[in-house]
């Protein structure tokens, strides 16, 4: 199954870490990521594990939960999440999904034939209230994801999806955000009272309309009444 962004996520149900959970229904309100693993009890799997865990709490600040998949049991899982824990110094608090028959795996597109078809590669889908597909990202086996990058696109999305504006390359939360084309000149200095900077007529810089704890290494420069 080929899966594009703005595609309604594929709903299941399966068994996990806590339980069974019927997806969509699961996912409540909120924005939801969905992420694999080829296997339980390997080194990468471990550490990204550790570092989403780690990130929880940032995550569920922006009100996202954390769901994994792996195609070992749950008992399997359970112990694994034991180990994860002592080597990573830190509890696993979301529910990882036992994907025995590979079913979610194959209505997702996790396996791919040509780099290994007995495992899933890792894939994560970040998927929005409205149950779509926001972001679609996919790793080789042994490559580590970076979570601290999963973190800083759902800032992003939740500020596209909440103002018209987007984010530029590089963005961090609290830097400038870009005022998209279709906001007339007129339309943003209702919708940035504070003022936007406009380098040409279709690039204008305004203040981040969310703001965030990291310190911004942008241009430096204040927004500038238009």
Known sequence: MTLCLGDIAPDFKAETTEGSVSFHDWIGSGWAILFSHPKDYTPVCTTEMGAAAKLAPAFKKLNVKLIGLSFDSVEDHKGWNRDIEKSQSCAISFPVISDRSHEVAKLYGMIHPKMDGAHAVRSLFVIGPDRKIKLMMTYPMATGRSFDEVLR??????????????????????????????????????????????????????????????????????PKAA
Do not use: C
């Not at 936007?196 to 990291?214: C, E, F, I, M, T």
């Open 153 to 222: 696109v759902i800032e992003s999305l939740q500020r596209t999806a909440e103002h018209k504006v987007a984010t530029p390359a590089n963005w961090q939360p609290g830097q400038e955000v870009l005022i998209i084309p279709s906001v007339s000149d007129a339309e943003a200095k209702k919708l940035f009272p504070e003022g936007y900077r406009s380098v040409n007529s279709y690039l204008r810089y305004a203040k981040d309309p969310v703001g965030g704890s990291k310190k911004s290494s942008g241009s430096g420069k204040k």
